[in-house]
Nanobody, 116 residues
Framework: EVKLVESGGGLVQAGESLRLSCATS????????IGWFRQAPGSEREGVAA????????LYADSVEGRFTISRGGAKNSVYLQMNTLTPEDTAVYYC?????????WGKGTLVTVSS
């Protein structure tokens, strides 16, 4: 069974940092790309960052480029999202995602709240 479990969210002030983690299981971790998405209240879910399983190449949304860093590895086949210089506009539930054989798999999300 494919599982993705996010953690690391919380309440921070503008300008501070958070590191999100996505622990995965149930699939061959190195074979698949993993992405981070977020959904703010009243908004659609949007892509934030993604990392390839093949060569570790990364992709970022314009809104987070230069502030967020996605990485992968660790004992729990995890993907991380280091978020620096947070702003209130980054407030959202953050989800990790992978697509395997045409199926999308999502975690339950972790809430990030940035106060001004």
């Amino acid at each position: 069974e494919v599982k993705l479990v996010e953690s690391g969210g919380g309440l921070v002030q503008a300008g501070e940092s958070l590191r999100l983690s996505c622990a995965t299981s149930g699939f061959t971790f190195d074979d698949y790309a993993i992405g981070w998405f977020r959904q703010a209240p009243g908004s659609e879910r949007e892509g934030v960052a993604a990392i390839s399983g093949i060569d570790g190449s990364t992709l970022y949304a314009d809104s987070v480029e230069g502030r967020f860093t996605i990485s992968r590895g660790g004992a729990k086949n995890s993907v991380y999202l280091q978020m620096n210089t947070l702003t209130p506009e980054d407030t959202a539930v953050y989800y990790c995602n992978t697509a395997i054989n045409g199926m999308n798999y999502w975690g339950k999300g972790t809430l990030v709240t940035v106060s001004s």
